[in-house]
């Protein structure tokens, strides 16, 4: 315990980390059985636990592990026409977020999103969401750097392709595994010291590939029609809270 608690931030108890591996078993376990939530989830817990300059960096990693655990774990069902121009897309998008000093008011953009995504679920998805991937990876990029969890914004584009439930969850854990790594990359050049969460991050990301295992067996018992009801709902009650959220002005 006291070799647990030297490896470990100042700001992190061994009661707090379980906390936070028990956040990201429940957010994977969402995200695998329902298509999206998990990240914004786990983004509302750790951001009342977690130091705000350590919060999007840490998210960030512990995303990768658990997204690329999905896209492994379903591998075959990747649809990988979608993933080229939306990686370039999300590289610009990365960059120019990265070279931003200002910093965004994160209430317009947890609100911008949250409409967005109703919108999408309400109506149909815009065309240029299937036609332009390029530039949805490059405005979610964008927009991940400040805010963090922009899984909803790209589920938007996942979902205007029309795709099985099981090719739903794979190719959007891709290229969420592409947009949080372009992320990471551009944090670790702005100098966070990755170093000094290792435990807290290697904690995480393999509570998240438990939640993941975990929450595959549900999403193999759903049919597609009854995947696309629960998503359609969890896009709803996640946009309506950040545009609560955003309205109420209190953090997220």
Known sequence: MIWLASQLPASVSPDLLAGLLAASFAGSFI?????????????????????????????????????????ILLF??????????????????????????VEINPRWVQAGVGAFILWSVLSRPPAWLKRWPAITGAISSFLTMFFGATGLFVAGYTKSQQL?????????????????GLKVIIFGFLGFAFGDWWLVIAGMMLAGVAGTLAGKGLLNRMSDVN???????????????????AIRGGPD
């Open 227 to 245: 995947f696309k009801r629960a998503l359609d709902v969890v896009l709803i009650l996640i946009s309506l809270r950040l545009i609560w959220v």
């Open 31 to 71: 995200t695998v059985a329902f298509g999206i939530g998990g990240g914004a989830l786990l983004l509302a817990v750790l951001a009342s636990l977690l130091p705000p300059a350590a919060l999007i960096p840490v998210h960030g990693v512990v995303q990768i592990g658990s997204n690329l655990s999905r896209a």
């Open 76 to 101: 075959r069902h990747v649809f990988w026409p979608a993933l080229p121009l939306f990686a370039l897309g999300s590289v610009l998008g990365s960059v120019l977020g990265g070279l931003i000093v």
């Open 164 to 180: 099985p439930r099981h090719a739903h969850v794979a190719t959007h854990a891709t290229l969420m595994s592409v947009q949080h």
